[in-house]
């Protein structure tokens, strides 16, 4: 390979990254600004711990890939973190933002949590649906000291 397309090469890749960073600049933004409200009170919603909770929220996708038994063994196992007491701001990921291009739109929030039984951290994935969010994902896992 040539220098002059070694370069041609190295600076479509360049352009492609300066891309990315402004769109998924763009996409956190206008996400942080619509669902992170939506996302927090799903969290709240959902840290009581109740089936019909948790359904309400979630994607076709995830519902899909859950029966009512594994359902209530995700929920008895979250809830040995007892109520959500505090979230500490939502972190939006611009990877998986970036990913997104090459999907289905998936856009990804972090957090750390305070629950009644201790901290935690979470990890939320969500799909727009028209004006609304489901969750298509999400983990909570306890923070070690």
Request: glycine letters at 2%; a positive charge; proline letters at 3%.
């Given at each position: 390979m040539n220098t002059a397309n070694l370069r041609i090469i190295t600076l479509f890749f360049l352009i492609l990254c300066i891309g990315l960073y402004f769109y998924t600049n763009?996409?956190?933004k206008y996400y942080d600004a619509v669902a992170?409200?939506?996302a927090t009170n799903m969290l709240n919603d959902i840290s009581l711990w109740e089936k019909p909770a948790?359904?309400?929220?979630?994607s076709a996708e995830a519902?899909?890939?859950?029966?009512?038994?594994q359902l209530g063994t995700l929920l008895d196992h979250y809830?040995?973190?007892g109520q959500l007491q505090s979230l500490e701001p939502l972190q939006f990921s611009q990877l998986a933002s970036a990913l997104a291009?090459?999907?289905?739109?998936r856009i990804n929030y972090?957090?750390?949590a305070t629950f009644s039984e201790g901290?935690?951290?979470?990890?939320?994935?969500l799909i727009p649906k028209g004006e609304q969010f489901k969750i298509y994902n999400f983990s909570i896992n306890p923070i070690s000291h």
């Open positions: 763009e996409q956190k992170i409200p939506i948790l359904k309400k929220h979630l519902q899909q890939t859950l029966n009512d038994q809830r040995q973190f291009l090459l999907g289905e739109k972090q957090t750390e901290r935690a951290h979470i990890n939320l994935t």
